[in-house]
Nanobody, 119 residues
Framework: EVQLQASGGGLVQPGGPLRLSCAGSGFSSDNYIIGWFRQAPGKEREAVSCYSNIDGSTIYADSVKGRFTLSSLHTNKTVYLQMNSLKPEDSAVYYC????????????WGQGTLVTVSS
């Protein structure tokens, strides 16, 4: 069973950086995709970014493009989301999720980590 552990959330001032981590375990294959999602109070869940361990590709939502960067440490199956130039509208609970097949959606979800961008 795949398990995901998201961490790194906290309070940060506007314009500041924060790095989230998603540590994965229990993968039966190296062909997985890890995605980051966020949900702010009263809003729908939004896809933020995803990393494919199949080909190393990354995808970013337009709202975070140029500010957020994904990286991966293959040895411990951890994906990092480096968030720079944070804005108050980035405040949300951030979740990481995993799947072996993007076409069928994400099957495994970690617990969320809260990011608050405020002065």
């Amino acid at each position: 069973e795949v398990q995901l552990q998201a961490s790194g959330g906290g309070l940060v001032q506007p314009g500041g950086p924060l790095r989230l981590s998603c540590a994965g375990s229990g993968f039966s294959s190296d062909n997985y995709i890890i995605g980051w999602f966020r949900q702010a109070p009263g809003k729908e869940r939004e896809a933020v970014s995803c990393y494919s361990n199949i080909d190393g590709s990354t995808i970013y939502a337009d709202s975070v493009k140029g500010r957020f960067t994904l990286s991966s440490l293959h040895t411990n199956k951890t994906v990092y989301l480096q968030m720079n130039s944070l804005k108050p509208e980035d405040s949300a609970v951030y979740y990481c999720a995993a799947t072996y097949r993007a076409a069928t959606g994400y099957d495994f979800w970690g617990q969320g980590t809260l990011v608050t961008v405020s002065s």
